[in-house]
């Protein structure tokens, strides 16, 4: 089972965007996302029916349609720049998988 | 607060082990599961596999089963990861990683700051 990201994505300051992650696992379980900086362990900003940890800015929200989970920031600021990961159990429950990652490139 | 510890960075030649341990703190260790993930030098997260914290129980990636094995003493409130018969494509940051509360969502809330494993002849 595999999870697929676009490899880029670039967004104006102050601007939307929408990161996709696609599988077919998704049709049954949800997608959660994870945000790293280089040189840093990822961190969860979005899982779930659009949750976010506490500490985490509401500009960044979740969402699922089908086979498709979103992260989309709305706002976005300079500091999310970074790489984008999402993840879920695989078609079977038993399993995890990662999507490959989509780094964010705000200009 | 939740924290995870993890030990320090080693080096390994191919074929040899390594075993990682991960120190919890701040939560109730058997309450939640601990995974281990993955990273490559400039590469995306590869999940390696899960612990349930109580039960014991595991699961592996199909592609590290028979080389990985993950335990847990829950008197320490600790996790270890052991990978056997490495090779250079091990090489990566492994990072223990606790997820959630109940399980429905599955979402990985708190994460160690990663060990360097180098396998290296």
């Known amino acids: 089972s595999e999870l697929t990201q676009d490899p880029t994505v670039s967004v104006a300051l102050g601007q939307t965007v929408r990161i996709t992650c696609q599988g077919d696992s998704l049709r049954n379980y949800y997608a959660s996302w994870y945000q790293q900086k280089p040189g840093q362990a990822p961190m969860l900003v979005a899982y779930?029916?659009?949750n976010r940890p506490s500490g985490i800015p509401d500009r960044f929200s979740g969402s699922k349609s089908g086979n498709t989970a979103s992260l989309t920031i709305t706002g976005t600021q300079a500091e999310d720049e970074a790489d984008y990961y999402c993840n879920s159990r695989d078609t079977n429950g038993v399993h995890w998988v990662f999507g490959g990652g989509t780094k964010l490139t705000v200009l | 607060q939740v924290q995870l510890v993890q030990s320090g960075a080693e080096v390994k030649k191919p074929g040899a082990s390594v075993k990682v341990s991960c120190k919890t703190s701040g939560y109730i260790f058997s309450h939640h599961a601990i995974h281990w993930v993955r990273q490559a030098p400039g590469r995306g997260l590869e999940w390696v596999g899960w612990i349930n914290g109580g039960s014991g129980n595991t699961k592996y990636s199909e592609g590290l089963q028979g080389r990985v094995s993950i335990t847990r003493d829950i008197s320490a409130s600790t996790a270890y990861l052991e990978l056997s018969g490495l090779r250079s494509e091990d090489t990566a940051v492994y990072y223990c990683v606790r997820e959630g509360p109940s399980g429905y969502y599955g979402q990985f809330d708190y994460w160690g700051l990663g060990t360097l494993v180098t396998v290296t002849s």
């Open positions: 779930g029916r659009d």
